[in-house]
């Protein structure tokens, strides 16, 4: 049973474009909501994260929004690189700390 | 800083086989998790350690996977007998302690013939 569903599941954006990954959820107890970011060969590594008491948050030229009423947030990739063509896993988890996460985004960056 | 460390990187075997992969978390790290990457998948957690002690095994198939933390440091993750299905890229995390930032290794690829 997946707990957090994730789309698309691959795209693919122009140099200085911006990538949309959007991921869904059911269960309101989830509380902190991270994004990872994979190169192939590579594990995933923590890219941002938000909590449900904020509606955005920025870091450089990635961004999250958060709506908690439709239970949805999306990672906004802004004047995208080829440097940023990467899987992209979106995740939430509750007080217990253990990770739900989505199926993954392979975004390819075409110069 | 050094990284999480995991051996080997990769591994082929035949199904009904045993294998075991090891992982050296980031110094002074007290929670320690293995996850199952699938491939097309995100990473699915089978177990957690916080130090020696075992937090979380709940999506662990007992029957054939085992896991052991010793003295709290370097963990072991065991598949026996392997099945097909068993095929995926093993990852271990660590953080400093539960609800901190997870820090990953690069994963042992299995493969199962």
């Known amino acids: 049973q997946q707990q957090v569903k994730q789309s698309p599941q691959s795209l693919i954006v122009q140099k200085g474009g911006i990538s949309i990954i959007n991921c869904a959820y059911e269960n309101t107890a989830f509380d902190y909501f991270p994004w990872y970011q994979q190169f192939p060969g590579k594990g995933p590594a923590l890219l941002i994260a938000?909590?449900?008491?904020?509606s955005e948050k920025k870091e450089g030229r990635f961004t999250i929004s958060f709506n908690k009423s439709a239970k949805q947030f999306s990672l906004h990739i802004m004047d995208s690189q080829p440097g940023d063509s990467a899987t992209y896993f979106c995740a939430a988890s509750m007080a217990d700390y253990k990770l739900s996460f989505g199926a993954g985004t392979t975004v390819t960056v075409r110069a | 800083e050094a990284g999480v460390a995991q051996s080997p990187r990769y591994k082929i075997i035949e199904k009904r086989q045993s294998v075991a992969f090891w992982c050296n978390p980031i110094?002074?790290?007290?929670?320690l998790y293995w996850y199952q990457q699938i491939l097309g998948q995100g990473p699915k957690l089978l177990i957690q350690?916080?130090?020696?002690?075992?937090?979380?095994d709940s999506q662990l198939p007992k029957d054939r996977f085992s896991a052991e933390r010793l003295k709290g440091v370097d963990s072991t993750l065991k598949i026996q007998p392997a099945k097909l299905e068993d095929s995926a890229v093993y990852l271990c995390?660590?953080?400093?302690?539960?609800?901190?930032?997870?820090?990953f290794g690069p994963g042992t690829r299995l493969t199962v013939l």
């Open positions: 350690f916080q130090n020696n002690g075992v937090v979380d």
């Open positions: 938000i909590r449900p008491d904020v």
């Open positions: 110094s002074g790290h007290a929670t």
């Open positions: 995390a660590s953080s400093l302690d539960r609800g901190h930032k997870q820090f």
